[in-house]
């Protein structure tokens, strides 16, 4: 089952503009992950923030965890047009489980 | 070359065939995942491995077998395609404690026909 569900599903944006996703989940975690996907390529692991974390950053990207809603966004500023792709936040299906779960992803386009 | 090497990267088979998908990998990382991708779906989990003599069903393993060869091998399997079994499928790798999330290769587009 889904752990995960982004929102929005598709993002449309100018390049030098932020873009903002958002993740909420259903149950418990430990650790919130996103990953960056280009058209039909493999997953690429972008950022990972623990449970006891609230804020993150590396590079462009701002992630942010608030667990009380939960719920997660990721940030990026100042987008390039490389920075189309879709992505994905996935969590850990429940206490004790080792199945990573991924939700449906955001699709981003940066417009040049 | 790649840290997680999947073949074929494309594939047309017909339906009742076997097909075998492999995945190799050589981050040294003890755990493996194939998951499946369908539009609108996202990804789902067929099956894990956390070493050579531990196999695990996912959330969708009916219809789908693996073998994990060695610890840098693992590979899908399906007995008998079907068309719905249509999809891009990925193999990743991952190492517990690491923190640094999983390592995917580049996937395998499987259609049945």
């Known amino acids: 089952s889904q752990q995960g569900e982004e929102d929005p599903q598709a993002l449309s944006i100018q390049e030098g503009e932020n873009a903002t996703m958002n993740c909420s989940y259903k149950t418990s975690i430990n650790n919130l992950q996103w990953y960056r996907q280009n058209s039909g390529r493999g997953l690429v692991h972008l950022i990972l923030?623990?449970?006891?974390?609230r804020e993150k950053h590396s590079g462009r990207l701002r992630v942010t965890l608030d667990t009380s809603k939960k719920s997660s966004s990721l940030l990026i500023t100042a987008s390039r047009a490389a920075d189309t792709a879709s992505y994905f936040c996935a969590a850990y299906s429940g206490a004790g489980s080792y199945q990573l779960t991924f939700g449906k992803g955001t699709k981003l386009s940066v417009i040049p | 070359d790649a840290d997680v090497t999947q073949t074929p990267r494309n594939r047309i088979t017909k339906t009742g065939k076997r097909i075998m998908l492999e995945c190799s990998q050589t981050?040294?990382?003890?755990?493996m995942y194939w998951y499946r991708q369908d539009p609108g779906l996202g990804l789902r989990l067929i099956y894990y491995s956390f070493d050579v003599k531990d196999i695990n069903k996912g959330e969708i393993s009916d219809g789908y077998s693996v073998s994990r060869q060695a610890q840098a091998k693992f590979s899908l399997s399906l007995e008998s395609a079907i068309p719905n079994q249509t999809a891009l499928y990925f193999c990743a790798t991952s190492q517990p404690g690491a923190g640094s999330g999983y390592t995917f290769g580049s996937g395998t587009r499987l259609t049945v026909v």
């Open positions: 981050k040294g990382h003890d755990r």
């Open positions: 923030i623990r449970s006891n974390e």
